[in-house]
T-cell receptor, first 111, second 112 residues
Framework: GEDVEQSLFLSVREGDSSVINCTYT??????LYWYKQEPGAGLQLLTY?????DMKQDQRLTVLLNKKDKHLSLRIADTQTGDSAIYFC???????????FGTGTSLTVIP | DAGVIQSPRHEVTEMGQEVTLRCKPI?????LFWYRQTMMRGLELLIY????????DSGMPEDRFSAKMPNASFSTLKIQPSEPRDSAVYFC??????????FGQGTRLTVV
């Protein structure tokens, strides 16, 4: 299968910006996603970006895509304690119905 | 739409018993995925269906696991017999044309 890699942990102070990074291997990816999982809950779709886009902004969230380096990032502005969760990067390639998830990055927001 | 509905939310069973997990995908979605999540292995794809047909079941751990999708609005994941190492959270997700997977809340399975 495809490789989607993320760092495991990130800690930031409340009010700072968080940047969660992800790298992937499939150059034919059509969609790239960010999901959020709070403790004891399912994966909640946060945002996604088409592979022909470089950037997408949605309120405090900014997604940047560097197709050349196969690098995706999620920036959370003004991080709040409620943002503490595990964030999963995922891609769906052009070939068929399939999703590849990263290991998830556990974000801890320090008050 | 109420989203992807999974039942039960929690299941505790004894080793050797049969366990059946249920999923109702979002109406109109044509692909359905079963995932398992554990601390040790993270999120693993078990099987996925496209238009009710199993496409890839290479992630199913062993013959004790089976999944069915008798129609577009219902799928089951069965474990028989269950073992303690099957304890995990099992997620169902559905998509339309392979895009934007929506997840259910999961079933937390504990096998004692």
């Amino acid at each position: 299968g495809e490789d989607v890699e993320q760092s495991l942990f990130l800690s930031v102070r409340e009010g700072d910006s968080s940047v969660i990074n992800c790298t992937y291997t499939d150059s034919s990816s059509t969609y790239l996603y960010w999901y959020k999982q709070e403790p004891g809950a399912g994966l909640q779709l946060l945002t996604y970006i088409f592979s022909n886009m470089d950037m997408k902004q949605d309120q405090r969230l900014t997604v940047l895509l560097n197709k050349k380096d196969k690098h995706l990032s999620l920036r959370i502005a003004d991080t709040q304690t409620g943002d503490s969760a595990i964030y999963f990067c995922a891609e769906s390639p052009n070939t068929g119905n399939q999703f590849y998830f990263g290991t998830g990055t556990s974000l801890t927001v320090i008050p | 739409d109420a989203g992807v509905i999974q039942s039960p939310r929690h299941e505790v069973t004894e080793m050797g018993q049969e366990v059946t997990l249920r999923c109702k995908p979002i109406s109109g979605h044509n692909s359905l995925f079963w995932y398992r999540q554990t601390m040790m292995r993270g999120l693993e794809l078990l099987i996925y269906f496209n238009n009710n047909v199993p496409i890839d079941d290479s992630g199913m751990p062993e013959d004790r696991f089976s999944a069915k999708m008798p129609n577009a609005s219902f799928s089951t994941l069965k474990i028989q017999p269950s073992e303690p190492r099957d304890s995990a959270v099992y997620f169902c997700a559905s998509t339309i044309h392979g895009q934007v997977a929506i997840f259910g809340q999961g079933t937390r399975l504990t096998v004692v």
